[in-house]
């Protein structure tokens, strides 16, 4: 499979795509397939999301299958209660392991995370939606942040928010930043209504049937150079989640197909220690 800039690698029956190198040379970014995990149809099999009524035993086995490939000190990761919104949290080491093992009341209606917490892994559940995370190298030892960005959450401007919360909790330069923008579905499987089309008058365009086709991925780039970073920097591993069934799950195609429900892989990123000096 070409995956230019990436791997998929393999480890405990798991597979999962991460770019090649740290993101911003201070953060680890890990992009989770369906494959490997204990989940049955239609959440076939690796299911991150306790939010979609599979069993609930299977999510936690295979969240913690994917814990156990992390690597020695990570902290549990943190989960937000997304709700496409453009809520930002800042978020420590007080709240590793938030909505892990269970739903609870913590990081509720939040869309996007910010912390300088060294391996405190921020968690994104998606199906569709593009996964973002940014990586600022330059103030403290590195700060970082992860979006949950479909068309509502970028039409309420939640990567701009993002960026705004990293420049106002750590001073980040956007300029500095560098932004990974995960496997989402593409203009080829993302027909959506003129309502949804006239807010992002850039990134949609009219298809042969009439209907329009949105590059959500394109939206979410536009909306992070338009925040500042430098277009050079961001990065976008443009595999389509509809096409790509044998890879991810995705809610448009599981409704086309009749599903009644589906899975959702996961992004994953955190701040790795500096380099021993010498
Ligand atoms: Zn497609």
Same mark, same amino acid.
């Given at each position: ?7 998929? !690698? ?22 989770? %397939? ?14 991150? #999301?306790?939010?979609?009524? &599979?069993?609930?035993? !299977? ?9 156990? +490939? ?7 990761? +943190? ?6 919104? *453009? !809520?930002?949290? +800042?978020?420590?080491?007080?709240? @590793?392991? %938030? ?6 009341? #913590? ?6 995370? +910010? ?39 970028? *039409?309420?401007?939640?990567?701009? /928010? ?16 560098? #932004? ?10 993302? %027909?959506?209504?003129?309502?949804? @089309? ?7 365009? &009219? ?19 338009? /925040? ?5 920097? =961001? ?19 599981? %409704?086309?197909?009749? &599903? ?8 994953? /990123?955190? =701040? ?7």
């Amino acid at each position: 499979m070409d995956l230019p800039g990436h791997v998929l !690698r393999e480890q405990n029956g798991l597979r999962w795509i991460e770019p090649d190198g740290s993101l911003g040379g201070i953060a680890r970014v890990l992009f989770t %397939t369906r494959g490997g995990g204990h989940s049955r149809p239609p959440y076939d099999s690796l299911n991150l #999301a306790l939010h979609v009524d &599979d069993v609930s035993e !299977r999510v936690r086995m295979n969240r913690r299958a994917v814990q156990a +490939v992390f690597g020695p000190r990570v902290r549990p990761p +943190v989960v937000m209660d997304q709700v496409h919104g *453009a !809520r930002v949290a +800042v978020v420590g080491e007080i709240h @590793a392991g %938030t909505r892990w093992e269970a739903p609870e009341s #913590a990081l509720a209606g939040t869309d996007a995370l +910010v912390t300088a917490t060294l391996r405190l892994p921020l968690t994104v559940l998606v199906a569709d939606c593009v996964p973002v995370a940014i990586a600022d190298p330059k103030s403290f030892r590195g700060v970082l942040a992860v979006a949950h960005a479909g068309w509502r959450g970028l *039409a309420e401007g939640i990567l701009g /928010a993002t960026v705004a919360r990293l420049q106002e909790t750590y001073g980040t330069d956007a300029a500095d930043c560098c #932004a990974w923008l995960g496997p989402a579905i593409g203009p080829c499987c993302y %027909t959506v209504g003129a309502e949804v @089309a006239a807010h992002f008058p850039d990134d949609a365009r &009219d298809g042969p049937g009439g209907e329009w086709r949105l590059d959500i991925g394109g939206a979410a780039a536009r909306q992070l150079a338009a /925040a500042g970073l430098q277009p050079e920097r =961001i990065t976008h591993l443009s595999l389509c989640t509809a096409c790509r069934g044998d890879l991810f799950f995705s809610h448009r195609r599981a %409704t086309q197909a009749g &599903d009644p429900a589906t899975g959702r892989q996961a992004l994953f /990123a955190w =701040i790795i220690p500096p380099p021993a000096p010498g």
